[in-house]
């Protein structure tokens, strides 16, 4: 049996088991500095409120936006799990709301080098995220860098951050525009929101994903969906400079009700499809595919 037959195994076993699993979106950007992390944070308190188990996974290797949001800093990371022997329960950190968090840390980064032993035992360890998750929150690095791109390609879901600053728009198709070339992109099981961070009114925030929707439309022969806008707000500036979630710090700010009306969007149930509940496994069985 190749490697490759193992880890489909332990997917089907999993399903065998008639256990749910967790939901996984991936949130990412063409470029740094458009509110990435803190969407991802902001929308896992939201839909924590609206009863569902919520984890965070950073992934963007070298920054750590969650940890600092959460004020909580990892004992361990990714990398601890893979080599140096720590349980997936151990390197979960209880942020905000009983929020849990995954640090990457340099985990990340070794992920395309793993050993193929390596790379069964951490499928085999992730499946348990979905036992304690209802939605597993992904936070990428920004722009089109390999692993940026690979937690993207593995994700069936996808939340493109964009603003209405010209090079955030350009940038942002620039990532689509490389989704559309890879031969491991399937848009018939991806679904791709646009999230329209820092405009000022509901308009803009339209404007913004219609420019980016046509030129994807035009050029690549594909679609994004709206999921909705969050507005330049003093309340979301203070927080973010307190390094806090508006969401906590002052829940009835505009940019946090925004936040609140984007994730009951993402968790209604019409919004469901068949490619949104594979889990974590199978999230990280496409991810180190290239590795069999």
């Known amino acids: 049996m190749d490697q490759a037959e193992k880890l489909r195994n332990v997917v ?20 740094g500095g458009v509110g990435k992390s803190n969407v991802a944070v902001n929308l896992a308190i939201q839909i924590q409120k609206l009863g569902r188990r919520v984890l965070i996974f950073d992934a963007d290797f070298g920054l750590a936006n969650v940890e600092v949001m959460f004020g909580a800093i990892p004992q361990y990371n990714l990398g601890d799990l893979i080599y140096h022997g ?3 329960r151990e390197i979960i950190t209880e942020g905000p709301n009983g929020i849990g968090f995954i640090s990457g840390g340099t985990g990340i980064e070794g992920l395309n080098n793993l050993a193929r032993e390596q790379v069964l035992y951490l499928v085999h360890a992730l499946r348990e995220l979905d036992q304690m998750a209802d939605v597993i929150i992904v936070d990428t690095g920004a722009g089109i860098s390999s692993h940026v ?9 996808v939340i493109l951050v964009t603003t209405p600053d010209p090079s955030s728009l350009t940038d942002s198709y620039s990532l689509m525009k490389v989704l559309y070339k890879n031969p491991g992109f ?31 439309e035009q050029f690549l022969g594909g679609e994004v969906s709206y999921i909705g806008m969050i507005p330049q707000d003093g309340a979301l500036e203070h927080s973010v400079r307190q390094q806090r979630p508006v969401s906590l710090m002052t829940p ?15 968790i209604t149930p019409e919004k469901k499809t ?16 290239q590795n069999l």
């Open 12 to 31: 089907r076993l999993k399903k065998q088991e008639n256990k749910p699993n967790a939901r996984v979106i991936t949130i990412t950007s063409g470029k």
């Open 86 to 88: 720590r349980n997936i």
């Open 149 to 157: 791109l690979e937690f993207v390609l593995a994700s069936p879901e």
């Open 186 to 216: 399937d848009p018939a099981t991806t679904r791709i929101y646009v999230l329209s961070n820092k405009v000022i009114s509901q308009a803009e925030g339209t404007g913004v994903y219609e420019k980016l929707n046509s030129v994807v």
């Open 252 to 266: 009835q700010a505009k940019s946090a009700k925004a936040f609140e009306l984007i994730a009951t969007r993402l």
């Open 274 to 289: 068949d490619t949104v509940e594979k889990g974590i496994s199978h999230f990280f069985l496409h991810f180190l595919k």
